[in-house]
């Protein structure tokens, strides 16, 4: 079972939040029209914020260029 930065399991909504925020960060990575590229980017740092304070991942989305 995956584990969070500090070592625990995740729980079912962890892990949920964890699949949602990898899938926005794949879909930023492609080539949208720009409506789209702004509201998913914008998704996804407000997505990030929850991931990174829950210690699920802990990156800046500035060094993923989103």
């Not at 909504?13 to 699949?19: A, C, G, I, T, Y």
């Not at 930023?28 to 210690?55: F, G, I, K």
Request: negative net charge.
């Amino acid at each position: 079972m995956p584990k969070d930065l500090l070592g625990r399991e995740l729980t079912p909504h962890e892990q949920r939040l964890l699949d949602l925020y990898t899938g926005l960060k794949e879909l930023a990575a492609e080539d949208l029209p720009p409506t789209a590229a702004a509201n998913v980017r914008h998704a996804l740092a407000q997505l990030a914020q929850a991931v990174n304070s829950l210690a699920l991942v802990h990156e800046h989305l500035t060094d993923l260029d989103v």
